[in-house]
């Protein structure tokens, strides 16, 4: 198993472009979640899904979209793209189910500077 | 007060030694709890839970206090590897996403 995958893994966009960031996983979880890192900060969470088709807001969803067509992907959407966005953005999996049973696994990350 | 509260950091420590860590969270409501670890420009990983009767796992042993909300890590015999940040991790019920600490970097120095 590959894991949990991200694509691309650094990226610098202009201020008010758009672009996906990609994460797949090939454990067939059911949940999939979206977390932001600022430097020097805990993960913050911004979107998540418990299935395909079916997404939720998280902690910091404001200029940010996801979809769920698919129980292996879960894309997430900058519109806009802001200064306030340059972070490390995390994909992450676990299975559905009682919560403190399972782990959740993290993709390697996708740096991404906006200026 | 913030959800998850952390001391940054760093702690400098000589290969060998013991160290412990603190944390403590705001939401009683919080149902599991958990620490992970995260290298530099990595990952989180999970190192490991924590239970409330206090659960060991080689070298590495958590304690949760839930009266106090007040959750521990304990290292041992520290290894040059250990060097990291360790997260303090909180899950709310159901399908919600982990509340994440800032960290407690740590340097274990040979």
């Known amino acids: 198993n590959a894991g949990v995958t991200q694509t691309p893994k650094f990226r610098i966009l202009k201020i008010g472009q758009s672009m996906t960031l990609q994460c797949t996983q090939d454990?067939?979880?059911?949940?999939m979640y979206w977390y932001r890192q600022d430097p020097g900060m805990g993960l913050k969470l911004i979107y998540y899904s418990v299935g395909a088709g079916i997404t939720d807001k998280g902690e910091v969803p404001n200029g940010y979209n996801v979809s769920r067509s698919t129980t292996e992907d879960f894309p997430l959407r900058l519109e806009l793209a802001a200064p306030s966005q340059t972070s490390v953005y995390f994909c992450?999996?676990?299975?559905?189910?009682?919560?403190?049973?399972?782990?959740?696994?993290f993709g390697p990350g996708t740096r991404l500077t906006v200026t | 007060r913030k959800e998850v509260e952390q001391d940054p950091g760093p702690f400098n420590v000589p290969e060998g030694a013991t160290v412990a860590f603190n944390c403590t969270y705001s939401n009683s409501a919080s149902q599991s709890f958990f620490w992970y670890r995260q290298d530099c420009r990595k990952e989180p990983k999970l190192l490991m839970s924590v239970y409330s009767s206090g659960n060991e796992d080689g070298r590495f042993t958590a304690q949760l206090n839930r009266a106090s909300q007040y959750i521990s890590l304990l290292i041992r015999d520290s290894k040059l590897s250990d060097s990291a940040t360790y997260l303090c991790v909180l899950q709310g019920g159901g399908a919600d996403g982990l509340t994440f600490g800032k960290g407690t970097h740590l340097i274990i120095q040979p």
């Open positions: 454990m067939n979880h059911n949940y």
């Open positions: 992450a999996s676990r299975l559905a189910g009682p919560y403190y049973s399972y782990e959740q696994y």
